[in-house]
């Protein structure tokens, strides 16, 4: 009786050993075996053929949304498609589909977030022909534009319209010549009647005395002696920085009792007491590009800086 209590005991320990060899190679397959087959059958291999496209900008906002900006040029290949390719900081990608772009069309294409991966350092995008697919086109590091959180109104002027906002502008002398607003213009406020706390970013030409941006029942923003000057009824702040005769990034950025003015990054400190606009539409004149309003701080002045600086 004792030599078969311990043939039994011998086989039930052998049973739980072989069941748990069993678990661990699950185990091994499931965390091993299976993320490799996956990151293989997602991996994609790009072709030799290209054509002329380029990664014009990438528009990364705080939420995951992103803008990328294709240009193609000539050729008259016809496209199926086009696969943009998200790279994060660890080197992790992305996939995404899209429709395709036409010979000598500039195009803006949207993406939801990608929460598969961390935060985008680039984009590559190829084209897609026959079903085959072409050579990866990357964006430069400097295509990257990160707009950060509050923005409530950014006028690009590639044409009248507010691309964040829904605001219009309405010409009422010049034009838009260039991408650039070169005149004066009238432009809707929705949204942009803030209390406390704003921050104005945007690109002026040459430094001849003049208003340049005026809220109605508001504030003005002016080029005094060289100099950039806010005025809030009877407060105000000015630059210590002197514009040049080209292109000048200014930013105000207002907050109580410390405000801030940068002209192309240099920066002068002045004092709010408070700040709160009524209603009252934007009037800009001058030549002026890339004006975006946000209701609080601007955190990354110098990256909007680099992306949107003049040549």
């Not at 070169?182 to 432009?187: K, L, P, R, S």
Request: with cysteine.
């Amino acid at each position: 009786m004792v030599k078969v209590g311990r043939k039994a005991q011998v086989g039930i320990i052998s049973l739980i050993l072989i069941i748990l060899i069993v678990i661990i190679l699950i185990a091994i397959v499931w965390n091993v075996l299976v993320p490799l087959i996956k990151e293989k059958g997602e991996d994609v291999q790009f072709g030799k053929f290209t054509i002329n496209l380029e990664v014009k900008e990438v528009i990364l906002f705080e939420n995951g949304v992103s803008m990328i900006t294709i240009n193609r040029k000539s050729g008259n290949e016809e496209l199926d498609g086009l696969k943009f390719v998200f790279y994060d900081e660890a080197g992790n990608s992305e996939v995404r589909d899209k429709e395709p772009i036409h010979e000598l069309e500039t195009k803006t294409y949207s993406f939801a977030a990608i929460p598969e991966i961390g935060k985008i350092s680039r984009v590559g995008v190829a084209p897609i022909i026959k079903g085959n697919l072409g050579m990866l086109i990357e964006s430069a590091p400097s295509d990257i534009l990160m707009i950060p959180s509050g923005v409530v109104g950014w006028w690009r002027f590639d044409d009248l319209k507010d691309f964040i906002g829904g605001n219009e502008c309405t010409l009422i002398k010049g034009g838009i010549i260039d991408g650039v607003l070169n005149g004066e213009a009238n432009c809707d406020s929705k949204g942009l009647n803030l209390v406390n706390n704003m921050a104005i970013s945007f690109w002026v030409n040459g430094n001849d005395n003049k208003k340049i941006i005026t809220k109605r029942n508001g504030y003005e923003i002016s080029v005094v002696d060289k100099k950039i000057e806010f005025v809030y009824g009877d407060q105000q702040g000015i630059s210590d920085e002197e514009l040049n005769m080209s292109w000048n990034h200014v930013v105000i950025d207002i907050a109580p009792a410390f405000s801030i003015i940068y002209v192309n990054n240099i920066p002068k400190t002045f004092s709010i007491s408070s700040f709160n606009l009524g209603e009252g539409n934007l009037i800009l004149n001058g030549e002026i590009d890339n004006l975006m309003i946000l209701n609080k701080s601007i955190t990354n002045i110098e990256g909007i800086y680099n992306n949107q600086k003049k040549d």
